[in-house]
């Protein structure tokens, strides 16, 4: 079936450090690639997406580009600031695996703590 | 617009009692999930509902049941609930006309079974 393998955490960075959350898929079918953000209390919100290879989303900063061939959508971001610190999700909607079409498979998240 | 709505926020259980988890959306969503997360197991999705009337398990749907109450509210009832069931739940939900569409979030009840 799908997975979303994501590097574990916690990661702690000064401000304006560059940051790197590592994120690699497996999938049946021709994935959609997300990254949400989770800010602490509250619900999962969307922080960017790629629908196909050589794809690069881009959000508030951060960006991540969809790689075929590494099956891999790392997310990336210059110079983090602290209100960054957030648990962050990668995940996968595959319309060739099991179950529904617009289901999404989650990595288990990693937490970020950006200190001043 | 409120976006996606969860009630209750937090909720305290016996072993064997039983709750009902509401969930609303005001942007007329086509599709509707819910889903729990567990420590460093992400999110996992317990049942959802494609449309207005139907509804399908997930991948974790043992010891819960579903009820897509019109376009707009989708519930999850615990009948008997056990400590496995701790856990923070979220419900979503998206237009789910394609694969790329955004789900969105509502801010999560955290449950605990004593």
């Known amino acids: 079936g799908d997975s979303v393998t994501q590097m574990e955490g916690p990661v702690t960075l000064s401000e304006e450090a560059f940051l790197t959350i590592n994120c690699t898929y497996t999938a049946t079918g021709y994935p959609s690639l997300f990254w949400y953000v989770q800010y602490p209390g509250e619900g999962l919100q969307l922080l960017l997406k790629?629908?196909?290879?050589?794809d690069k989303g881009s959000n508030k900063g951060f960006e991540a580009t969809y790689r075929k061939e590494t099956t891999s959508f790392h997310l990336e971001k210059g110079s983090v600031q602290v209100s960054d610190s957030a648990v962050y999700f990668c995940?996968?909607?595959?319309?060739?695996?099991?179950?529904?079409?617009?289901?999404?498979?989650f990595g288990s998240g990693t937490q970020l703590t950006v200190l001043p | 617009n409120a976006g996606v709505t969860q009630t209750p926020k937090f909720q305290v259980l016996k072993t064997g009692q039983s709750m009902t988890l509401q969930c609303a959306q005001d942007?007329?969503?086509?599709?509707m999930y819910w889903y729990r997360q567990d420590p460093g197991m992400g999110l996992r999705l317990i049942y959802y509902?494609?449309?207005?009337?139907?509804?399908d398990k997930g991948e974790v749907p043992n010891g819960y049941n579903v009820s897509r109450l019109n376009k707009r509210e989708f519930s999850l009832r615990l009948e008997s609930a056990a400590p496995s069931q701790t856990s923070v739940y979220f419900c979503a939900s998206s237009w789910a006309r394609a694969q790329t569409d955004t789900q969105y979030f509502g801010p999560g009840t955290r449950l605990t079974v004593l």
């Open positions: 995940a996968l909607s595959d319309p060739s695996g099991s179950g529904s079409a617009r289901q999404l498979t």
């Open positions: 509902s494609a449309s207005e009337g139907t509804t």
């Open positions: 790629a629908t196909k290879a050589d």
């Open positions: 942007m007329n969503h086509n599709s």
